[in-house]
């Protein structure tokens, strides 16, 4: 099956084609009011840690290293990435966040674990939105 999860800065305007809107953040989004932004839900749990956004942001890691160690945060808590498959099953799912370039951003990497995930649950013949296997996504591991 194909889903569509899309990337977008919490700052653009919500669009009548976004399907469900989760903000995929730890912080609230500085100068939004609540009502302004038109979410489905903010979702915190499949962010990026406090400490490892911050040591990010800080530059005291290197971006191989924020990408390691955040699909690492993924795989050790799976069951976070079940609401959002949830979405992304009903419809178009586009994730949001505060973060000034979506390329260096976590979404990118959320929506491949989120993608993996799917993909996997689609041909295992599992039921939707269970707790997701990584092994595609994480092949060193044995």
Known sequence: M??????????????EHDGARIL????????KERGSLSLTEWYRDAAPSSSLRRD???SKISEASFQTRYR?????????????????????????????SLADSHLPLLREALLCALDEEDRHDLEPASAPCYRH???DDS
């Open 56 to 58: 990010y942001q800080q």
């Open 72 to 100: 690492l945060e993924l795989k050790e808590s799976a069951d976070a990435l079940v609401p959002l498959m949830r979405y992304a099953r009903q419809g178009k799912l586009t994730l949001l966040t505060a973060t000034r």
């Open 2 to 15: 194909r889903y569509e999860i899309a990337l977008k800065r919490v700052y653009f305007a919500a669009e």
């Open 24 to 31: 995929v953040d730890r912080l609230w989004p500085r100068g």
């Open 137 to 139: 996504y994480f092949p």
